[in-house]
């Protein structure tokens, strides 16, 4: 099993900036994929960003240029890095990992943009 723990979730006016941090533990094998994706009521879970263990990235057209994923492997850890964030980035956002073929998933951070 592989437990995550999301932090730096909150309250951020919009044009601000914030980070995100997951880090995961226990039986890890090979984190070959670590990410972000977020969710809404009502509305499926979406991907923000996700970064392989090679560094190759992918985004969501929504944050591309406002959003950087990174990951310290040495520490199982992914961050997402949100600047210039807007009303429609409010969401719940959940830390992902593939590993060794199983994913997981954490349970949540919000993150709520203010006018």
């Known amino acids: 099993q592989v437990q995550l723990v999301e932090s730096g979730g909150g309250l951020v006016q919009a044009g601000g900036s914030l980070r995100l941090s997951c880090v995961a533990s226990?039986?890890?094998?090979?984190?070959?994929?670590m990410g972000w994706y977020r969710q809404n009521p009502g509305k499926q879970r979406e991907l923000v960003a996700r970064?392989?263990?090679?560094?190759?990235?992918n985004y969501a057209d929504s944050v591309k240029g406002r959003f950087t994923i990174s990951r310290d492997n040495a520490k199982n850890t992914v961050y997402l890095q949100m600047n210039s964030v807007k009303l429609e980035d409010t969401a719940v956002y959940y830390c992902?990992?593939?590993?060794?073929?199983?994913?997981?998933w954490g349970k949540g951070t919000l993150v709520t943009v203010s006018s």
């Open positions: 970064m392989t263990i090679g560094g190759s990235t």
């Open positions: 226990g039986r890890i094998f090979r984190l070959n994929s």
């Open positions: 992902n990992v593939e590993n060794w073929g199983v994913n997981y």
